[in-house]
């Protein structure tokens, strides 16, 4: 595939956008590759600005569980947009998204729109460290929670512990009230209960991990975070960013049978626009500002047309698209593992409905960050370059997942499992 325009692009990109990006991962760094300028997209596929057409598994990392530029969800946004772009005051939209949200998330009394993701989880951690008044936090190696400085943390030395901040910029004394534990290691959460249970607000788990790898947790497991909090007064936090609005049955709480006291939300809640938002019962959400003393706010917070995308995605979801993600996922699953199989390529496809991974060992798919073998990097770009030659884009990353949408269609999937079939022959594997 020809990509002169992208990289000329991204050439003039590089002296006016730190790396040319505004995401760190679009830069394609950990897949020894350029970033491929878009120039329009349209259900399952994006055309670059060369020309070429590409089969989308990266859906802008999640929010496009309907595809790019589904007619119902532009003509919600382009209708709204007659009527201005922000208001800077209520309005009916925000009503109508939040009683959608309360439908899949029934612990949600009173639900709170941010602006992102990040915005959402880290305004969730202060609500719970203003209401329990307290200030550690326990967090999960391998698990991301967006950019919050006190959750940008990696562990230390020693099973659970105080971390470390993985990034330069956050100071020692934000990530000193983080403790860190490995995933499904019920002994490590028991300990810092025991050593720290008094002084912790809140528990933050993705119920799903899906942002380093996809690192399916037992329901006892979070079964058993749910009790430590309880019995110690902390306050758990499900981070359902990714994971939230997937499943046919509720939220991924429901089907884990957990039950957290705040959810944060973000990606398909706003259908491709920016929509962040948590929520938890009234006892918890009347501690924030203009009910109580913990202060958040917004100027773009609840914005029309993101109110208006979110609505139309989530009016779009209703059992028939749930059972047909499913199925395709299926379809991606006995059309793809055959084809790692025959080739002994050491990879292994893991999914959980419309999100899955190429989970890079012939072993069972981890559940913790230190168990994803180190030359995973490697096994994943020679596979990625390859399927992007051939017309199929996965996430530029050994780590992210990929994500099937409603528009994707069986010949897709198909010709997904061909494409690596031909690549892995290529690489002689
Ligand atoms: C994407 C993501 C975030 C961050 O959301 P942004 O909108 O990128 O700020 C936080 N938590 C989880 C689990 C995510 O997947």
Redesign the pocket.
């Known amino acids: 595939m020809q990509r002169s325009k992208s990289n000329s692009l991204h050439n003039e990109a590089l002296e006016h956008l730190v790396g040319g990006v505004n995401s760190p991962v679009r830069a394609f760094k950990s897949v020894h590759g350029n970033p491929i300028y878009f120039d329009k997209a349209s259900g399952a596929t994006v055309t670059d600005v060369d020309g070429n057409e590409l089969v989308d598994f990266v859906q802008s990392?999640?929010p496009l569980v309907h595809g790019h530029s589904h007619p119902q969800i532009l003509d919600a946004v382009y209708k709204k947009m007659q009527n201005g772009t922000s208001f800077g005051a209520p309005h009916t939209g925000e009503i109508e998204l939040a009683k959608r949200v309360k439908k899949r998330f029934s612990h949600m009394d009173k639900v709170r729109f941010v602006s992102?993701?990040?915005?959402a989880?880290m305004s969730a951690v202060r609500l719970a460290r203003g209401y329990t008044g307290r200030d550690l936090l326990v967090k999960f190696e391998g698990c991301?929670?967006?950019h919050v400085d006190s959750l940008m943390v990696s562990s230390g030395s020693g099973l659970a512990t105080f971390g470390i901040a993985s990034s330069p910029g956050i100071p020692k004394d934000t990530v000193a009230t983080t403790l860190i534990a490995p995933l499904d290691d019920d002994e490590a959460v028991d300990y810092l209960f025991k050593e720290h249970g008094h002084e912790i607000a809140a528990v933050i788990i993705?119920p799903l991990p899906?942002?380093n790898g996809l690192l399916v947790q037992r329901h006892e497991y979070l079964a058993n975070l749910r009790t430590l909090c309880h019995e110690h007064g902390a306050l758990l936090i499900f981070?359902e960013?990714?994971s939230g609005f997937r499943f046919k049955d509720g939220s991924y709480g429901d089907i884990s049978g957990v039950t957290p006291d705040i959810t944060?939300l973000?990606?398909i809640i706003g259908g491709g626009l920016p929509v962040?938002a948590y929520g938890a019962r009234s006892e918890i959400m009347e501690k924030l500002s203009p009910l109580g003393p913990v202060y958040q706010a917004g100027t773009l917070s609840g914005n029309p047309l993101a109110m208006a995308a979110g609505i139309a995605t989530l009016d779009l979801l209703d059992d028939s698209a749930y059972d047909h993600l499913e199925s395709l996922g299926k379809i991606l699953e006995q059309c793809v593992e055959p084809v790692l199989e025959k080739h002994g390529y050491p990879m292994r496809l893991m999914r959980r409905g419309s999100l899955f991974w190429f989970s890079p060992s012939a072993a069972q798919p981890p559940s913790r960050a230190d168990l994803i073998p180190s030359d995973a990097g490697t096994l994943y770009s020679d596979v990625h370059k390859g399927l992007l030659e051939k017309g199929y884009m996965l996430a530029p990353s050994a780590y992210e997942i990929g994500f099937i949408a409603t528009v994707h269609q069986e010949h897709h999937l198909l010709g997904m499992a061909k494409a690596l079939d031909e690549v892995l022959q290529e690489l002689e594997w």
């Open positions: 990392w999640g992102s993701g990040t915005e989880v991301y929670h967006g993705e899906a942002n981070d960013v990714i944060a973000g990606k962040g």
